[in-house]
């Protein structure tokens, strides 16, 4: 019996979320908590900061802001960080979605983010959303989870299946590997490109390395700034991903 290529990606995408479950229950599971974020850590509130600074300054080049009357999709939502983040920037609760493989990052969710968010648990190759449904569509840090590049291109292909024709897709993620985690690998511009064909793209590297980070930003503010300025240091692509039907916006072409 002939085995048609639909099955072999629908196996390909459940393999894969296997393999994500079982590499995040290994990451979660760690009993010293070394992989969880210190809140208080100052790398981290200074890669926190930065970060919504640049995505801030996007939003705004390309006329997204205010976010009010916008429809929001998180996909790789978590426990919610972005979700809260749009919120503060303006976004109504009741426009918002997120959407995450896991059932305990959306329980964190659905415990911090505000009344009126809509969270759906849920394979971001398979998004349960009709075309052209919403004015903003997030990744951050899912990608790189994705081990297999079909599945990745499935994914990039229901992102701009449901992004409006006018809409953005809003894109942070490594551009480097981590060689002491085998269950991510970076995603370089050439792949972006090749993942959304007929797009343009405005990517900037950002995010300053983190262990030069974390031994820095406790010790000079300024310091950590000014090298996150140079992109060679910079591990992370923040950037804006929009159909090629759309005129008149900045950007790369």
């Known amino acids: 019996m002939a085995i048609s290529s639909g099955n072999i ?5 459940t393999a894969e979320a296997e393999r994500y479950r079982a590499a995040h229950a290994r990451r ?16 981290y509130v200074f890669s926190f900061q930065d970060r919504e600074r640049h995505a801030l300054a996007l939003l705004k080049q390309y006329g997204f802001l205010p976010l009010a009357e916008k429809s929001i999709l998180d996909v790789g939502c978590g426990s919610g960080a972005w979700i809260r983040q749009f919120v503060r920037w303006g976004a109504q609760p009741k426009g918002i979605t997120g959407l995450d493989l896991q059932a305990e990052s959306l329980s964190r969710a659905q415990q911090s983010v505000p009344a009126g968010v809509r969270l759906h648990m849920g ?7 009709t075309a052209a449904a919403f004015d903003l569509v997030l990744q951050s840090l899912m990608f790189t989870s994705v081990l297999d590049a079909d599945v990745r291109r ?11 024709p006018n809409g953005l897709i809003l894109w942070y993620d490594f551009h480097v590997n981590n060689p002491r985690n085998p269950d991510v690998r970076r995603v370089t ?9 007929d797009c343009r793209l405005d990517l900037r590297r950002v995010t300053l390395a ?5 031994r820095l930003a406790p010790r000079s503010w300024l310091v950590t700034y000014l090298l996150g300025c140079i992109p060679p ?12 039907a759309q005129e008149g916006r900045p950007g790369e072409t």
């Open 154 to 164: 499935t994914i990039a292909a229901e992102m701009l299946r449901v992004v409006k």
């Open 233 to 244: 240091l910079c591990t992370h692509y923040l950037g804006a991903i929009m159909k090629r």
């Open 123 to 129: 394979n971001a190759a398979e998004l349960p959303f």
């Open 28 to 43: 979660t599971g760690d009993p010293r908590g070394r992989n969880q974020p210190s809140w208080a850590a100052w790398g």
């Open 9 to 13: 990606l629908s196996s390909a995408i």
């Open 210 to 214: 983190p262990p030069l980070m974390r």
């Open 189 to 197: 511009k050439r792949e972006i490109r090749e993942l959304f064909p």
